[in-house]
């Protein structure tokens, strides 16, 4: 970490500003698992307190407080939706969850693959974006070097940090983010860090 840290540092000194008044990287990981996934579908479009609140209920709803594809098909749609899921979401975590008791999405294989063949296992399902790929790359497959420049976080913490007088286009965060390769993923994490102490994360 010492290295990415200081590639960061030396690569731009803004990003080096925070790393300096943030302090230690301490990103939580989270396993690769369903309830991870589930997880990023449940964050989709929502700010981070909100989809925390939902994601609580949804999981204190198993009973166990662990969110398994078995545990969320026996959950009906109708007590989903009380619980806070829009009828999208609902849909997407019941077809995740069927793919997963099928055994059609193995976690254990995505651990073993390179980010772009991830993408496209991942994307291949129902209401699985670029974004929620981009989440479980960073939080659950622990891979250094994601950026997920259409973020609104990402770009209202570029805005805020860079001075900028608008909300950066995912283009602009880009082009930002050149130097931060290979570490982007570590960069990430400094800017969602840099709005508030947990940011969601």
Not at 33 to 38: D, V
Not at 77 to 104: F, N, W
Request: hydrophobic share 50%; proline share 5%; charged share 20%.
């Amino acid at each position: 970490m010492r290295k990415a840290l200081l590639h960061l540092k030396k690569a731009d000194p803004v990003l080096g500003g925070l790393i300096e008044r943030i302090g230690s990287y301490a990103i939580e990981f989270l396993e690769p698992s369903f309830g991870t996934l589930a997880k990023a579908i449940v964050y989709q479009q929502l700010s981070g307190k909100v989809a925390q609140v939902i994601y609580q209920r949804l999981a204190g709803a198993t009973g166990d407080g662990r969110l398994t594809a078995e545990a969320a098909l026996r959950l009906s749609p109708a007590r989903m939706r009380a619980l806070g899921l829009s009828k999208q979401k609902i849909a997407y975590l019941r077809d995740l969850a069927g793919r997963t008791v099928s055994g059609e999405v193995d976690f254990a294989a995505l651990k073993r693959l390179p980010d772009r063949l991830v993408y496209r296992r991942l994307m291949a399902l129902k209401g699985i974006g670029t974004w929620t790929v981009q989440m479980f790359l960073i939080f659950a497959l622990r891979r250094a070097n994601v950026l997920p420049s259409a973020d609104l976080g990402i770009r209202a913490a570029v805005k805020k940090a860079y001075g900028l007088t608008e909300l950066p286009p995912p283009a602009a965060v880009e082009a930002l983010a050149r130097p931060w390769h290979p570490y982007c993923t570590v960069a990430c994490w400094y800017l969602w860090r840099s709005l508030e102490a947990k940011a969601g994360l």
